[in-house]
């Protein structure tokens, strides 16, 4: 079926099948990279809850289940700076929090990139697919079987080009609520930190 499919399509559908991979790529590691328990684990959700509501922050149990996630550097950020003003911890902590909103939000141009440029490649094959239609009139009549292949082209590519940009459109709208959604929930529990140290202090 799929070498009927690509036989059918004529050679443009090869840059679709190119520009897919490299969608499928970017989705498959964006799906790991943004999984939550890189980007929020609950252990450490719960346990600054906690010493939160019991206005006892314990910084050896807190920075041990602070290393390999986003919100973990976060709160490794504001320990290191507890006895900064808060002011100072909120600009270094915003700081940090931009580095982390590039690392969260890296690759996901290209899906946007993909999404625009496979409908385009697929234009582009529907125009092979015309040229070769119009190439099988002749003085003597016209090949019908070129001419079918021309149509085979032009439907095949124009598919295409919107098989592979829908799925990257919709994982990109997808990424980019979940990378939203990431930042506002650290902002929340980093503020909360923040807050319960400075009280603590005070």
């Known amino acids: 079926m799929f ?8 050679w443009p559908i090869w840059l679709l099948i190119f520009t897919s991979i490299i969608g499928l790529s970017i989705i498959l590691e964006r799906a790991w990279f ?12 719960s346990t600054s809850k906690s010493m939160i509501n019991k206005n006892h922050i314990d910084e050896e149990e807190l920075k041990k289940q602070c290393s390999g996630n986003f919100l973990g550097e976060i709160f490794t950020t504001i320990l290191q700076n507890k006895n900064t003003d808060t002011s100072a911890i909120v600009v270094i902590v915003e ?44 003085s003597g009549g016209s090949d019908v079987s070129v001419f079918a292949k021309g149509i085979s082209i032009a439907l095949y590519n124009t598919a295409g080009g919107i098989l592979v940009a829908v799925p990257a459109m919709i994982a990109y709208r997808y990424f980019r609520t979940k990378v939203d959604h990431i930042l506002n929930e650290m902002e929340v529990h980093s503020n909360a930190l923040v807050n319960s140290i400075s009280s603590r202090r005070n």
């Open 3 to 10: 070498v009927q499919v690509i036989d059918g399509a004529g």
């Open 34 to 45: 943004l999984r939550e328990e890189l980007a929020i684990p609950k252990k450490l959700l």
């Open 95 to 138: 700081q940090k929090a931009t580095n982390i909103r590039y690392q969260l939000e890296k690759h996901l141009t290209y899906l946007t990139t993909v999404a625009t440029v496979a409908p385009l490649l697929g234009l582009f094959g529907t125009i092979i697919g015309m040229v070769e239609l119009f190439g099988s009139f002749t």
